[in-house]
């Protein structure tokens, strides 16, 4: 297989004499969004919690669900809507198998246990979104810092997993935790339906401040060495830095901007879904389009979504319509009502696997949010 280019060895030094020589073969290889893929984390819908309605979670919704996150902060999603979610997620995996995925899960851990730190106190959310806090590069699981309260504690639901990948040769970071005292937010940030947001995340202001490095992990989009990353509400910049000079040389880190007054996780604004081939929000601008462009890339604009006013979306924009899952290039698990959607991956020649996960959507993520990759069969390489 071609990440035999990732075969390690470790010598193990056991007291003062005996030392083993143990060939390792990576479990975990991904380097990109769209190589063949064999085996992923899927999220978990048991346990999700409303986040406390803090500073950085009001920044980042809209105001007819404010009185939801101030009543149910801390408590569990409603029951009902939550059965109907984790009926969806067991369907994705299933389906997921019958295409020859190897599917994994979290553990299942108490989201709703309070928990101090001598900066803040808060209560979980849940681990639901592995792409938000696993990046994969190569053979290298990075668990991100986070940037909210409520997920500083999210890792513990994925470590069986990760220890299991570790023992089995994968690389393993966890990037530096924050400590999230008041000085990470800016408590007077103007809320999402100020309509002078666009003007300030233009301003590159956001709730977060640049107090300490923090980001998720899905405000980074990978292309084998080269990386797209945004400044967003839960990413500052010496969050992006940070892992930067943790990769080094050998990757390129290419920070873009968009018109894009609530910015927080890239991958329902610009995806890639093949090499040179982009998919890109066309009510989000890339400013830096032209780059791609330059370098011969094919730049789609994908329909607007059509997934009713009348759904609740807690956490995030109705743009999940783009955040897919590529099971390959020819392959792509997207929402079957999002029939613009699925239109086009027809036109562009990639078959649709579709269902529905709106229930699921309504905490916040697409299939891509929901998933994070373990392994894909292909190489490291660049493009651009
Ligand atoms: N967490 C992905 C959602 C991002 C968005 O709605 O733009």
């Known amino acids: 297989?071609?990440?035999?280019?990732?075969?390690?060895?470790?010598?193990?030094?056991?007291?003062?004499?005996?030392?083993?020589?143990?060939?390792?073969?990576?479990?975990?290889?991904?380097?990109?969004?769209?190589?063949?893929?064999?085996?992923?984390?899927?999220?978990?819908?048991?346990?999700?919690?409303?986040?406390?309605?803090?500073?950085?979670?009001?920044?980042?919704?809209?105001?007819?669900?404010?009185?939801?996150?101030?009543?149910?902060?801390?408590?569990?999603?409603?029951?009902?809507?939550?059965?109907?979610?984790?009926?969806?997620?067991?369907?994705?995996?299933?389906?997921?198998e019958q295409e020859g995925v190897t599917v994994r899960r979290p553990a299942i851990v108490d989201h709703s246990i309070e928990y101090k730190t001598p900066d803040f106190r808060s209560t979980g959310m849940h681990a639901a979104m592995p792409r938000d806090i696993l990046l994969v590069i190569g053979d290298e699981i990075i668990e991100a810092p986070m940037a909210w309260r409520s997920r500083f504690f999210e890792y513990r639901a994925y470590r069986p997993l990760i220890k299991e990948y570790f023992q089995k040769g994968a690389r393993w970071t966890t990037a530096p935790k924050p400590q999230m005292s008041d000085e990470l937010y800016d408590k007077n940030y103007p809320d999402e339906n100020d309509p002078n947001r666009h003007k300030i995340t233009d301003q590159a202001k956001f709730v977060t401040t640049e107090f300490e490095p923090c980001f998720d992990a899905a405000d980074f989009m990978r292309a084998g060495r080269d990386i797209f990353a945004q400044r967003s509400q839960v990413t500052n910049y010496s969050g992006i830095e940070w892992l930067k000079r943790h990769l080094g040389d050998k990757y390129n880190i290419h920070c873009l901007s968009f018109e894009n007054g609530n910015p927080m996780h890239i991958d329902a604004t610009l995806?890639?879904?093949?090499?040179?081939?982009?998919?890109?929000?066309?009510?989000?601008?890339?400013?830096?389009?032209?780059?791609?462009?330059?370098?011969?890339?094919?730049?789609?604009?994908?329909?607007?979504?059509?997934?009713?006013?009348?759904?609740?979306?807690?956490?995030?924009?109705?743009?999940?319509?783009?955040?897919?899952?590529?099971?390959?290039?020819?392959?792509?698990?997207?929402?079957?009502?999002?029939?613009?959607?699925?239109?086009?991956?027809?036109?562009?020649?990639?078959?649709?696997?579709?269902l529905s996960i709106r229930h699921a959507n309504s905490l916040g993520g697409g299939f891509h949010c929901w998933t994070t990759d373990i392994r894909r069969r292909g190489k490291m390489e660049s493009y651009l």
């Not at 290039?329 to 579709?354: A, W």
Request: charge should be neutral; charged fraction near 20%.
């Open 271 to 354: 995806f890639i879904i093949a090499p040179g081939v982009v998919l890109s929000n066309p009510e989000r601008t890339c400013h830096q389009i032209d780059m791609f462009k330059k370098a011969g890339w094919t730049v789609v604009y994908p329909p607007y979504p059509v997934i009713p006013d009348s759904h609740p979306l807690w956490m995030s924009s109705k743009w999940l319509s783009m955040n897919v899952l590529m099971l390959d290039t020819k392959r792509v698990i997207c929402d079957v009502d999002e029939i613009p959607t699925v239109k086009m991956f027809e036109k562009l020649g990639i078959k649709p696997i579709t």
């Open 1 to 96: 297989r071609s990440h035999v280019a990732c075969l390690s060895s470790s010598k193990i030094t056991l007291g003062r004499e005996k030392q083993t020589e143990t060939p390792l073969r990576s479990p975990v290889w991904s380097c990109n969004e769209w190589d063949p893929l064999e085996e992923i984390i899927v999220g978990r819908v048991e346990g999700a919690h409303v986040p406390p309605f803090t500073e950085e979670v009001q920044a980042i919704t809209v105001k007819r669900n404010w009185d939801f996150f101030k009543y149910r902060g801390g408590q569990p999603y409603p029951a009902a809507h939550l059965a109907k979610a984790a009926a969806e997620i067991e369907t994705f995996c299933n389906i997921l």
